[in-house]
Structure formats: structure tokens, C-alpha cells
């Protein structure tokens, strides 16, 4: 650790990971709802939809605050200068979980909005807008001051940005439902593969620089394709969501073509990882971090890339939107592309807070967590994928009714509860532990 301020991204992780564990609960209750029948007086007092928002809003949260303390871990380093002011990244932090534990709590007595994955009522709205209105001026000011800027800072800070102004199209609602529905996939979609992407990109470039000592401008170069074409097809494969709404037809042409080129900057995100691994002056260690951060590439190629192209086509989507296939896409995409990710970043970050030498820390009980947890995702996607066809099929093609064809799912849904307690949450209580009491290498 260079910089002094670069200490308050460990707060962040520390919160990020506890959210992450209580997120995967609240899914493993979700599973079981799936296979056997929760008494009524359960049902009633805490309903499957609350903890639905729960568990998705906990995802958001926990990703949000890892990408936030990795910023604040970066951003001394790029600028060569201190945080501005690390007291105001104090006051966010209280801010951000104060909402997420109202929140929480709001949503067990029905205080809600409603919308999908943006269920957090007005008020709360208004505080995270507070609160982002603030990183963004901690982060860009410094950026401003030290005037040393690099590609890489440019992305983040476009990220960053752009996930900010989007949240504000989510927080009206608008008469017309299709209009509403327009405006809330500008936020949910353009977040995970516009604004997501861009921040990742830029910390991951960073890690890249850090690790592999390879010039900045190779690494940066790379970036620039990566970022143009996330950003072309990202936008435009937006559509793949416009297509049971009331859109326009010509939805269907532009969503299914660019859902179809959308794997292209994810694929070139695999090659030019390689790439840099090939050109490495430096030897791959830590190779935990090394481990997680292949995976986080190869994963979100399957899951955002594969799991998504097979089923956003028009003809395909027809029969399987909402579905458990979108279910398998939705767990293993996030996985990939921003939980290893965000476990990526605290491995590489963490061991360098403490000043442990040249940031190497003990490995082995965190080979565990990684192998668990990463089998267990795949194995709870593919049981997903497979009560997705089989549910498409008895729905959409035989007419069978919701509930009849929810019997035969039932099997496939205790799969996915098995590899989610035995596998996930075993996984993640070792990561978490792990990486909460983190020993240096022995010398």
C-alpha cells in the first residue's frame, strides 16, 4: 500500500463480503420454495416475493460497494496523489449501508416500490442518489487535481458516471406500462453490460498493469476495442428485451443481431487475458488471484456469452422468456462476470493493505473456497437451464398450467438447492473467512 487513503476500500470489502454470505442465504430460501410447500403462516409473514428483493437487492448493494472500495484503492495509485477526501468516502459508506439495512427491513413490512430489482422505495432512492453524487465527486476531483490522466481512469470514470445517470431513469414511474418497462431495462440492462462493464474493465486493466508488468500502453490499447464494443453491442442488444413489451417490431431485428454479436468483446476479453499472461515480465503469483481471475473471464464468456446468445434470439425467446433459463443465465453470468470479479479484486487488494511482501498470503484454504463455490454456480446454472427447457416445453408447447408444470421442475429444483447449500454456501463462508484473516506467505 502506497497511499494512506487507499486504507478505506478495506471497510468496503469487509461489508461487501458479509452482504455476499447473507445474499446467498436468502437465495438458498428462495431454492427451497421451489420443492417443497413453506407453510402458509410462513408464506404470509415473509413472502417469496420479499425475499426475492432481498436477495437481488443485496446483490446490487455488495457489487456496488466492492466496485466502490476498489475504486478507492486504485484511484491513489493512477493519480499518484491521495483520495481528496477520505473522510466524505466515510460518510458514503454509512449512507449506502444505512439504506441497504432500511431497505431490508422495509421490504419485510411490504415498504416497496414494486419494480423488479429496483424495489427500494423513493426516499431511499434520493439517499443513493446523495450518496453516488459524492463518490462521484470524491473520485472525479481527484482525478482533476493530480491532472495525470490514463485511459484507464478515463473508463472508470465514464463508468461510473454512466451508472449514475442511469439509476435516475428507474426512479419515475411512468403511465404508460410499456414506456415504464423501456425506461427500467435502460437501467437493469445498461447497468450489467454498459456501465458494469466499463468499471470492470478499467480495474481489471489496472490489475493487469500490476500483476503481469506489462506496459501500460499494450494493456491500454486492448482496453479501447474491448470498451467500444461492449458498449456497441451492449447498447443495441437491449433490444432482446423489447420484445414482448409493446415495442416496435424492428426491436426484434436489432436485439436479436446485436444479442448475437454480444459474446464477440467477452470472447476478445479471453484472448487478450492470455495474451497478457503470455507477455508477463512478472511470474503468476499470487496464483489463487491468478486462479480467480482466469475464471472470472472464462465464466463470464460461458454465462453472460453462451448461456445468453442461446436464448435472446427472437425465436428462441419466444418460448423461454422468463423462464428458469433465464434464471440459469442470470446466476452464471453474474457469477462470472462480477462476483469473481469483485473476489478477484479483494484477493489482489487485501494481502497489499495489510503489507504483506510483494503481496503474497497463505493460498491453500482459499482453493477450496474458490472450487466450491465456482462447481457449485455451474451446477446450480445447469440444473436451472435444464427446468427452464423442460418448463418451456410444458408450458409453451404442451399449454400445460403454471402449477401443473411446476410438479415435474420440482426434482430440478432440489439439484439446484444441493449444490447451493453443500457447495455455494460452504464455499462462501471459506472465502469469506479466508480472505477476513488473510497470512502472509511463508518467506
Not at 418451456?392 to 432440489?414: D, H, S
Request: aromatic share 18%; proline share 4%; net charge positive.
Amino acid at each position: 500500500m502506497e497511499y494512506r487513503s487507499q486504507r478505506i476500500a478495506y471497510s468496503y470489502f469487509v461489508i461487501a463480503l458479509l452482504l455476499f454470505g447473507l445474499q446467498v442465504v436468502t437465495g438458498l430460501w428462495l431454492s427451497l420454495s421451489y420443492f417443497i410447500t413453506i407453510p402458509q403462516a410462513i408464506v404470509d409473514a415473509f413472502p417469496f416475493s420479499t425475499a426475492r428483493a432481498m436477495h437481488t437487492n443485496l446483490l446490487v448493494l455488495w457489487l456496488l460497494l466492492g466496485f466502490m472500495g476498489a475504486t478507492f484503492f486504485m484511484i491513489p495509485e493512477e493519480t499518484k496523489r491521495e483520495l481528496l477526501w477520505p473522510k466524505l468516502a466515510v460518510v458514503q459508506l454509512i449512507l449506502l449501508v444505512g439504506t441497504g439495512v432500511a431497505a431490508l427491513v422495509g421490504f419485510l413490512f411490504g415498504w416497496t416500490q414494486g419494480k423488479p430489482l429496483l424495489e427500494i422505495p423513493r426516499p431511499l432512492d434520493v439517499v443513493i442518489v446523495i450518496a453516488a453524487l459524492m463518490f462521484l465527486f470524491n473520485v472525479g476531483l481527484t482525478m482533476f487535481k493530480a491532472k495525470r490522466w490514463t485511459v484507464t481512469q478515463g473508463s472508470l470514470l465514464a463508468g461510473l458516471t454512466f451508472l449514475s445517470v442511469l439509476y435516475l431513469f428507474g426512479i419515475p414511474f411512468y403511465k404508460n406500462l410499456t414506456v415504464d418497462w423501456y425506461y427500467w431495462w435502460c437501467v437493469i440492462h445498461l447497468w450489467v453490460e454498459g456501465a458494469w462493464e466499463l468499471v470492470v474493465a478499467a480495474l481489471t486493466a489496472f490489475m493487469l498493469i500490476k500483476l503481469t508488468g506489462v506496459e501500460r500502453k499494450v494493456v491500454e490499447k486492448w482496453l479501447y476495442v474491448e470498451l467500444g464494443l461492449f458498449l456497441f453491442t451492449g447498447i443495441a442488444g437491449t433490444g432482446h428485451h423489447y420484445y414482448w413489451l409493446g415495442a416496435p417490431r424492428y426491436w426484434l431485428w436489432v436485439g436479436g443481431i446485436f444479442s448475437a454479436l454480444e459474446p464477440v468483446p467477452i470472447l476478445l476479453m479471453v484472448f487478450d487475458t492470455y495474451r497478457h499472461m503470455k507477455e508477463s515480465k512478472l511470474p503468476f503469483v499470487p496464483k489463487l488471484t491468478w486462479t480467480y481471475l482466469v475464471a472470472n473471464v472464462v465464466l463470464h464468456f460461458v454465462g453472460a456469452g453462451l448461456f445468453g446468445f442461446a436464448h435472446t434470439l427472437p425465436m428462441v425467446n419466444y418460448y423461454t422468456h422468463g423462464s428458469q433459463v433465464t434464471v440459469a443465465h442470470g446466476h452464471l453470468s453474474f457469477f462470472g462476470a462480477y462476483v469473481l470479479f469483485n473476489l478477484t479484486f479483494f484477493y489482489f487488494a487485501i494481502p497489499r493493505l495489510k503489507g504483506f511482501p510483494d503481496g503474497q498470503y497463505k493460498e491453500k484454504r482459499g482453493y477450496w473456497g474458490f472450487w466450491l463455490t465456482s462447481l457449485g454456480v455451474l451446477g446450480m446454472s445447469l440444473a436451472f437451464a435444464v427446468a427452464g427447457v423442460l418448463q418451456t416445453y410444458l408450458e409453451r408447447v404442451q399449454g400445460q398450467p403454471y402449477m401443473i408444470a411446476q410438479k415435474p421442475i420440482r426434482f430440478w429444483m432440489l439439484i439446484v438447492f444441493a449444490h447451493g447449500i453443500l457447495m455455494v454456501l460452504t464455499g462462501a463462508v471459506i472465502i469469506i473467512s479466508h480472505l477476513l484473516t488473510l497470512k502472509p506467505a511463508k518467506a
